[in-house]
């Protein structure tokens, strides 16, 4: 805090107030209605708006990270609770704020730890994977209270006025969504006030439907409302579930990882557009403050989320004080007489989740994969239905493993080209992609990656079969530039290797070894034993080798 703070001016001041009122405005029907998705009262969407954001504006490096509830997290929190307590109930509302617990004391350890690199393992179409798949999952969730219905699954009696109101809020937020800014940009605000004023339609659209509730007494006749919101701040929380923290464990670690990447996919696209540095090891202990704070005042698990992020930015947030005023005033908000929160309707507040999480269904990394990369297509495809499927954990694991083997499989069968010398140059290429020369007698082959135990084998095949295509060859050169690291296991397949070709006659060279390997290298066996040379380059090897071959 001390960093922002001694670096703050006065002139920072007018962008932080109103950057904090306008998400702060978004954040009250947004916090309600991800808490719904949590299996929470609306309320708690709230309390878990509060607390988080002033710590996280303490420790993170963000001037414009907007931390509180999130679609995803608080569907990963209701796939996590629901087989344990009764949504809505009072244990239920213990264990969320246990997670919150769990997941922030995860973050804060990898913080602490500085093991952020761990969630590098969490590839991007891995990512949008699951993102789609919760979003899909979320949507669904929210056809019920979308049409009033009280029947679970597909609603198949819809409740009239309910899903009247319903679908009129879906058809609002939908054309608010594609048109609301360029109609206020024709009208003449500035484009940035333009997109301001789109953003924030979902608090316009609860606003009118608070109003035709109140006015046409749609509650008597059967719409559901949020009903009686506590007034007054929430208080400290210190109940925990001492039969609970085993079973809230490997999710709090899953959900920890979702919050980090999630909250630092958002935060670093903002952060390059205003060239700041930020510290992930440093977000990690903010994150994880964040959450260990919501827990204390009755929350449940949050995160950054990007589209209030992104509004925060482009209000003219320019430091966390931003995020500071949006808790004070969500903390007035409960403090003030809020009879009028509990006349939100339901079916509204489903109609704004369910724009929202679509708005996520992004299928560009979908198509990139496809053209680039089928393995990590398959990987997207493969967590979005287990998202779908099996659940949200299972769904990312399906999707992490398979990014993993994908890696993996890579990994062990490394790309090996046979070079030839580029006529008239020192530069020697692939044999099937340039007009090269070769020379009699003389293999040259270039090991387009690191060598390790899950490829030795087949590093050794194909050595084998080019062997076998050329039986002339009396010098072998593996030509290492693009080699950076060999463990034990290829260490001994080298020297297998090595030994082999001794038996045949034919000598085995090294060239282009990189020095962090040679290093290695030199406290083995293998130079001692090695039947040829050492070359500092592909041309020396040739220069020397070519003639000797003849």
């Given at each position: 805090m001390l960093h922002w703070l001694q670096q703050y001016r006065?002139?920072?001041?007018?962008?932080?107030?109103?950057?904090?009122?306008?998400?702060?405005?978004?954040?009250?029907?947004?916090?309600?209605?991800?808490?719904?998705?949590?299996?929470?009262?609306?309320?708690?969407?709230?309390?878990?708006?509060?607390?988080?954001?002033?710590?996280?504006?303490?420790?993170?490096?963000?001037?414009?990270?907007?931390?509180?509830?999130?679609?995803?997290?608080?569907?990963?929190?209701a796939s996590t609770l629901a087989p344990l307590a009764a949504p809505g109930s009072a244990l239920y509302g213990v264990l969320a704020a246990q997670l919150a617990l769990l997941s922030g004391a995860v973050l804060l350890a990898c913080g602490l730890?500085?093991?952020?690199?761990?969630?590098?393992?969490?590839?991007?179409?891995?990512?949008?994977?699951?993102t789609i798949g919760s979003a899909l999952l979320i949507a669904w969730g929210q056809l019920r209270p979308l049409l009033g219905s009280s029947e679970p699954g597909w609603p198949d009696a819809p409740h009239g006025p309910s899903a009247a109101l319903g679908l009129g809020a879906l058809l609002a937020l939908l054309w608010a969504r594609r048109y609301l800014a360029g109609t206020l940009r024709r009208l003449g605000l500035a484009p940035v006030a333009a997109d301001i004023g789109a953003k924030l339609a979902p608090m316009l659209v609860v606003l009118g439907g608070v109003a035709l509730v109140a006015g046409l007494g749609l509650e008597a006749r059967g719409v559901a409302t949020t009903g009686a919101v506590p007034a007054g701040l929430p208080g400290l929380n210190l109940a925990t579930s001492s039969s609970h923290w085993q079973a809230l464990l490997q999710p709090a670690l899953l959900i920890g990882f979702m919050v980090f990447l999630i909250s630092m996919s958002g935060a670093q696209a903002l952060a390059l557009k205003r060239a700041e540095k930020l510290s992930s090891n440093r977000e990690l202990v903010a994150l994880g403050a964040a959450n260990l704070g919501s827990a204390l005042s009755g929350g449940f698990p949050?995160?950054?989320?990007?589209?209030?992020?992104?509004v925060n930015f482009a209000a003219?947030?320019?430091?966390?004080?931003?995020?500071?005023?949006?808790?004070?005033?969500?903390?007035?908000?409960?403090?003030?007489?809020?009879?009028?929160?509990?006349?939100?309707?339901l079916p509204v507040l489903a109609a704004t989740i369910i724009i929202a999480v679509l708005g996520m269904l992004d299928l560009s990394t979908l198509h990139t994969a496809w053209r680039y990369d089928r393995a990590d297509a398959a990987a997207l495809l493969a967590t979005a239905a287990g998202v779908l499927v099996l659940g949200v954990e299972a769904g990312v694991v399906v999707g992490l493993?398979?990014?993993?083997?994908?890696?993996?499989?890579?990994?062990?069968?490394?790309?090996?080209?046979?070079?030839?010398?580029?006529?008239?140059?020192?530069?020697?290429?692939?044999?099937?992609?340039?007009?090269?020369?070769?020379?009699?007698?003389?293999?040259?082959?270039?090991?387009?990656?690191?060598?390790?135990?899950?490829?030795?084998?087949?590093?050794?095949?194909?050595?084998?079969?080019?062997?076998?295509?050329?039986?002339?060859?009396?010098?072998?050169?593996?030509?290492?530039?693009?080699?950076?690291?060999?463990?034990?296991?290829?260490?001994?397949?080298?020297?297998?290797?090595?030994?082999?070709?001794?038996?045949?006659?034919?000598?085995?060279?090294?060239?282009?070894?990189?020095?962090?390997?040679?290093?290695?290298?030199?406290?083995?066996?293998?130079?001692?034993?090695?039947?040829?040379?050492?070359?500092?380059?592909?041309?020396?090897?040739?220069?020397?080798?070519?003639?000797?071959?003849?």
């Open positions: 006065r002139a920072m001041l007018p962008g932080d107030i109103s950057a904090g009122i306008v998400v702060a405005m978004m954040m009250i029907p947004q916090g309600m209605a991800y808490a719904l998705v949590a299996g929470l009262p609306p309320v708690v969407g709230i309390y878990a708006s509060i607390v988080p954001p002033v710590l996280y504006a303490l420790f993170g490096t963000s001037s414009t990270q907007s931390v509180g509830p999130m679609a995803i997290i608080s569907l990963m929190t730890l500085r093991i952020g690199f761990l969630a590098n393992f969490f590839s991007r179409p891995v990512m949008s994977g699951f949050v995160t950054g989320s990007m589209s209030r992020s992104a003219g947030a320019n430091s966390q004080l931003a995020s500071i005023v949006t808790a004070a005033l969500l903390g007035l908000a409960l403090v003030v007489p809020s009879g009028w929160l509990a006349l939100m309707p493993a398979l990014s993993m083997g994908a890696l993996i499989w890579r990994a062990s069968r490394p790309h090996i080209a046979v070079l030839g010398r580029i006529p008239g140059s020192e530069h020697f290429r692939n044999v099937e992609r340039y007009t090269t020369e070769t020379a009699p007698g003389l293999l040259m082959l270039r090991i387009d990656a690191g060598l390790f135990f899950g490829n030795v084998e087949a590093v050794n095949a194909r050595i084998e079969d080019e062997l076998a295509a050329q039986p002339e060859t009396r010098h072998l050169v593996l030509v290492l530039s693009a080699v950076n690291a060999i463990d034990t296991s290829a260490l001994f397949g080298l020297g297998e290797l090595n030994a082999s070709l001794r038996q045949r006659g034919v000598l085995l060279h090294l060239a282009e070894v990189k020095g962090p390997v040679m290093d290695r290298l030199r406290d083995s066996t293998l130079l001692a034993a090695l039947n040829g040379r050492v070359f500092l380059s592909a041309a020396m090897a040739w220069d020397q080798l070519a003639r000797e071959a003849r």
